[in-house]
């Protein structure tokens, strides 16, 4: 689902989408339109854009993130203002681009945030990261009270949130271990599942916080 208040940006978006072999369920222009047709028609992935005349996109991707079957939403903005980025990823954005991307660099992104990756712009997944673990600094006894009473992950599991923190897609995972594709998955789903975690976004937050993110 395409959502960007632009028609012909639109419309080039959406043929994009199509030649590439994807299914555009619905295109639209608006806010809260969007939530409205995004709860008829399911798409598993939204390309949103953050200025919207009737209602601002992070509102959008937080609407659509407590829908019953979230969609993975990918901003395609022509901001890289850093309040804009970290308040879309807040908000629930799985990845973050911005309109200047080449062609090939969008389908890319389409295809990874369909596969679950946290997608951004070249720097500005630092910038997240940055954030995050300035955040996790602040909190101090945080994570020796997690380590004492959370969850506890596999070797295996904890081996794949390490490089998952470290901004790696589920491809490049499973050919440093050589695994599967879908062993990578399945390990990143039991651990959401595990911690109660919705993305790979607060799944990088918890690696930092708990000290597995090696990002210098």
Request: cysteine-free.
């Amino acid at each position: 689902m395409v959502v960007d208040d632009h028609p012909m940006w639109r419309e080039a978006v959406a043929r994009d989408l199509t030649e590439a072999g994807y299914e555009v369920v619905a295109a639209t222009g608006e806010g809260r339109q969007a939530l409205r047709v995004a709860a008829a028609v399911r798409p598993e992935v939204v390309v949103l854009d953050l200025r919207l005349p009737d209602l601002p996109g992070v509102e959008v991707a937080r609407g659509l993130g407590a829908s019953a079957l979230p969609p993975r939403v990918l901003v395609l903005s022509a901001s890289a203002e850093e309040a804009d980025v970290l308040e879309a990823v807040k908000a629930g954005a799985s990845g973050y681009l911005v309109k200047s991307a080449g062609r090939e660099e969008f389908l890319d992104a389409v295809r990874r945030t369909a596969e679950g990756d946290a997608v951004f712009t070249p720097g500005l997944a630092g910038l997240v990261l940055g954030e995050y673990r300035r955040l996790a600094h602040r909190r101090p006894g945080v994570q020796e009270e997690e380590q004492r009473d959370g969850p506890r992950l596999t070797e295996r599991e904890t081996e794949v949130l390490r490089m998952v923190a470290k901004g790696l897609s589920y491809r490049q995972i499973a050919e440093r271990l050589v695994l599967s594709h879908r062993t990578v998955q399945n390990h990143v789903q039991n651990t959401l599942s595990k911690l109660q975690l919705h993305n790979r976004v607060e799944l990088v937050r918890y690696a930092i916080e708990k000290g597995l993110a090696d990002l210098d």
